[in-house]
Structure formats: structure tokens, C-alpha cells
């Protein structure tokens, strides 16, 4: 880095004036969600006397205690199976070098350009045969096929640069390839999988689409649709859906302050591949 | 274990299994079917439809409705791949440089892009409202004149969309872009400024190059996010004013879930995805040539 240069103080606080110019939006959203709906000035003034009556009520009215439950039930579950699932692809996928190998990566590859839209609607129809329509299931069956072909390239970049003497001893020494995979590649693994379980439980816990179709009209919502049910009920009362806006993206915002660094060197890291 | 010694060292294929399977099921069954519906008249509930051939697509050339989403989807997606970008790379040059809130910075301007993209765009909602905080700050600052419904208004809400896309993933460029950058030796550049070169020059000729792959991957990502969006779209205006801002997907929605035409709704995600294969491969294919042409 070079030295500290009056240029350079001026470049800070455009940077940093872009910064604020970034949080205004959060700045009016808090600053809305504590304020008592007798106040009608505006939305730019500090808020008088701040309240936390907004929150306690779009809590209750809200249901959100219950969708943030079925968010997490949701989240957890499809990350771990596809977690799992697509390590354990991307094992073979990597290392054999096949035909059959190499059509299968790229069959998988495809699901990266299918938009959702395609396989969502008629898949629709499987879920309410099999009973699964309204229920967390659904959405965790959905997303444990749906996220496959990401975290499968993720996983098979990240494996096809590592050397596989460590495997190849393994094995000589005796382990099962399943055992070579658990103890000696699944460590290995693991700055990829922190990078794919970051980039999946963000993909997973921010979508509405899916959630909309199979848990329209049951009373088990993720946040998303908790959240899009409840502006189209409060409508006009902005304070209150401004409050169950905070709520939904409290849990989000703690997470990522908690863990920004590894979150995005991941978001950068694993996407470059 | 002496079957295990002679064990060729390659992982059987039932490895993959599972998530073939999963995959299979989720993906690519319901996409085969879904190509085989846009060839029908269902409309998702009743066992009885008929097969239609191409009527579908062909009532599709005379449903101006669909014509407009399909300029507006192309439209948005253009747009936030260029503006996005071009604000992500900025931002990246800015916190890639010696000021002391770069690491704050960093985190602070990436935050937007881990918020649910709903709630975004319902707190964006409010701020791009008649009484709404961007209007009451235009009017703070002098600029009453600049006043506008900028979601109610037919021209301007297409372009409010795109700029909180650009406001909420702004950061995600900036961090891709800021990792190519971070593999750009300093001493390249300390030695092309001593040859007289200044920033603009260093940056065309040093810097630029060596970002192709992160150009690749934020490109890549931004123009098919915003052929497929929807969420924002649902949440800030639900395809209005009128069809002001419908784009493929929530036609789709509406088509499907609100008319009852299955059929119709899927023939334009066969759409949909025509035009995300044909982009994102041109894309592939031109950024793949560049790449090479600068390594």
C-alpha cells in the first residue's frame, strides 16, 4: 500500500460519503420501525420518542416467531443434504476420468442455465400428488435438487486442484474409498464447504419464489412469505410492516456481522474458482 | 485387506448417485415435462388437455403483454449487468487503495447483498413513495422539482427496479472484482508508474487485463440473475403500473397461478430459458476468447 497522500484523505471521504449514501435506506427503515404512529413527520428526522411497541406487535400479528422457525428448519436441512450429496458427487466427478465422467458433470452443469421457473411449475404437480404441497418437506426436497449443480462445480474445482496422493495412500493403506472419502477428502474439503454452506443458506433462506408456489395458502411460511403476507395486511401501517422488515433481517444482518470476513472471502474465493 | 491393496484408486460412480438422483427428480424430470406442457392447453388442474403444437408460442407473437416482458426482461438484464458493474469495479478500485476504512468499508457495502431480496425491495417500496424518504430528501436538498411517483409512473418504475438491484448487489461486483484485484502484483504497477504511466494508463493496461476472469464471473452472474428476476419485481411494483415492469417471470406467476394457464406460463419459461442459453453461452464463448486473448 502506498503512503497517505491528501489525495488520498479525499478518496476516503468520497468512499465514506458513499457509504452513508449506501446506509440511508437502513437509516429510514430503523428509524420508522421505532416510531409511534401518531408521529407524521418525516421520515428524515430522527424519530422523537422510539418505541418498541412496532416490533412487539408485528411479532404477534405477524406469526414471524413461526416462520423464523420454519426458515432455519428449512435452511438447515437443504444445506446439509446438499452439502453431502454434492461432495460426495464431486469425489467421482473429479477424479475419474471417463466418458461417463465428463457427461455427467456437464448434464449436472446444465441446471446452472435452467431457470427455476421451468422446473418449479410442473414439479408443482409432483408435490401435490405426493402430498408434500404446504409443508416444509416440499421446500427442502426442492432445494436439495435445486442447489446439486452449483455446489457440485464448486466442489469439483476446488477438487480437481488439490493432488491426490493423500487419496491414492489412503487407499494402498487399506481404507475403503468411502472411508478415503470421510476421513482424508472431506477434510480436505472444508474451505470449499464453508464457502458453499454460506453461499447456499443465503441462496436457500432469501428465496421467495418456491415458497410462494408450494406454501401458498398453508399456514407454514418461511420470513420471505411471512413477511409479503403481512405488508399485504398491514398495507398502509409502514411502522409496523418497517418493524417486521427489522425482525426478518436481524437474524441475516447478526450472522453476517459475526462472520463477514470468512463470508466474503467465501463469496469471492468461491466463485473465482 | 488384501482386495483393498490391488483397489484402483478412482471412487465408484454410485458416489454420485444421490445427488443425480435429487438432481434428476428436482430439475431435470419436471424441466423435460415442463417443455412437454408448453406444447399443451393445460391449465394445471383438470387430467383432460390437448396438444396444441406450436399455438402457444404463436399466441405469444400476438399477446403484446408477453412481446413487453420479454423487451423488459432483456432491458433490466442489460442494464444491471452494466451499471452494476461498473459501480462494483469503482467501489473495489476505491477500497483497493491505502484509506484507513477500507476493511469497514468492505463489510459495510456488502451488507445489502445478504438481505432477503424481498425485503429490500418493500422497504424500497416505501423510501420511492409519493411521501416516501427519497422524495422528502429531494425536497430537503432544494430539488422539489425532481419530486416523482417513481414507482407509479410507467417510465420511470422499470429503472427505479434496476437501481435497487444496483443498490442491493453493487457490493456483490465489488467483492469479486476486489479479489482479482488482490491478485494483481504491486510491483507491476509501481514499476509502470515509474515508467510514466498515470492511473487511467495503469488501470487499462495493468489492472484490467488480469480482472478478465472476475469480468467473466460478475458478468456471468449478473446478467442471468436479472433474466430470471422476480422477487424484487413481485415485491416493488407486482409487474406495474399497468405491465410497466412485467418481465418473463412474473408473467409466468401470474399466467400460471392467477389465469390457470399452465400451458401458456410454461411455453414462456421455455422462453426464458431459451434466451438464458443463448445469452449466457454468447456471453461464455465472448468472454472466454477475451480471457485468452489478455493471458
Known sequence: MNRYRPRTLALELVMIGTALFVG?????????????????????????????????????????????????????????????????????????????????????????????????LPLYQTMRDLGLLGTPWALVLFYSGLQVPFTVFLYVGFLRALPRDFEDAALIDGCTPLQGFRYVVLPMLKPITVTALVLNAVAVWNDFFTPLLYLSGSAQQTMPVAIAGFVGQYVTDWNLIFAALVISILPVLIVYFLLQRSIINGFAGGLRG | MAKAR??????????????????????????????????????????????????????????????????????????????????????????????????????????????????????????????????????????????QDWLGSPSLALWAVVGVIVWQFAGYSMVIFLAGLQSVPQEIHEAAALDGAGPVRRFWSVTRPLLAPAFTINLMLSIIGGIKLFDQVYALTGGGPGHATDTLSTLIYKDAFTLGEFGYSIALAVVLTIIVAVVSTGQYLALARNERAVS
Request: hydrophobic share 55%; with cysteine; aromatic share 10%.
Open chain 1, 24 to 120: 440511508f435506506p437502513v437509516y429510514v427503515l430503523v428509524n420508522l420501525a421505532v416510531r409511534p404512529a401518531s408521529d407524521t413527520s418525516s421520515p428524515l428526522s430522527p424519530t422523537a420518542s422510539p418505541t418498541l411497541h412496532n416490533f412487539t406487535q408485528a411479532w404477534q400479528q405477524g406469526a414471524l416467531g413461526g416462520a423464523l422457525a420454519n426458515s432455519v428448519l428449512v435452511t438447515a436441512c437443504s444445506v446439509a443434504i446438499v452439502l453431502a450429496v454434492s461432495s460426495l458427487a464431486a469425489y467421482p466427478l473429479a477424479r475419474v476420468a471417463s466418458r461417463w465422467s465428463r457427461g455427467t458433470y456437464l448434464l449436472v452443469l446444465l441446471g446452472l442455465v435452467l431457470p427455476f421457473q421451468l422446473a418449479s
Open chain 2, 6 to 147: 490391488r483397489a484402483h484408486n478412482t471412487p465408484p460412480w454410485w458416489f454420485a448417485l444421490p445427488a443425480l438422483l435429487l438432481f434428476a427428480f428436482v430439475v431435470l424430470v419436471p424441466s423435460v415435462r415442463g417443455v412437454y406442457y408448453a406444447f399443451t392447453d393445460w391449465d394445471g388442474l383438470d387430467p383432460h388437455f390437448s396438444f396444441v403444437g406450436l399455438g402457444n408460442f404463436a399466441d405469444m407473437f400476438n399477446d403484446a403483454d408477453a412481446m413487453q416482458a420479454i423487451w423488459h426482461t432483456l432491458l433490466i438484464a442489460v442494464s444491471i449487468t452494466v451499471i452494476q458493474n461498473a459501480v462494483g469495479l469503482l467501489l473495489a478500485l476505491g477500497v483497493n487503495t491505502a484509506i484507513k476504512s477500507r476493511n469497514l468499508l468492505r463489510v459495510f457495502l456488502f451488507a445489502p447483498a445478504v438481505i432477503t431480496p424481498i425485503v429490500t425491495a418493500y422497504l424500497w417500496r416505501n423510501l420511492l413513495g409519493p411521501d416516501g424518504a427519497v422524495n422528502t430528501l429531494l425536497g430537503a436538498v432544494g430539488l422539489d422539482g425532481r419530486q
